[in-house]
């Protein structure tokens, strides 16, 4: 899932991607990916987890906090509720 936080007043524009993926050592893991809109600026991190529906779990509680914490997904955005059209 694509999530973005944008405020113009108080100059943040970031991303945030939530994606359950099987991995090579284990079973499947929550990849999270994050950085800026204005600039190149981009981490990750993977979290690994024994078998998929931990993995899902795992990523509806991290998407759940980013939504509560102000994020929106990326299509509000793409559909005329946000800054974007």
Do not use: N
Not at 23 to 31: N, Q
């Amino acid at each position: 899932m694509q999530l973005v936080r944008i405020q113009p007043a108080e100059g943040m524009f970031r991303w945030y991607s939530v994606t359950v993926t099987p991995t090579l050592f284990e079973p499947f893991a929550v990849l999270c990916q994050w950085g800026s809109l204005r600039t190149r600026y981009q981490r990750f991190r993977l979290l690994p987890c024994a078998s998929q529906e931990e993995a899902q779990c795992l990523a509806h509680r991290i998407i759940h906090r980013k939504l509560k914490r102000g994020y929106r997904e990326t299509g509000d955005y793409l559909h005329g509720r946000g800054m974007f059209r």
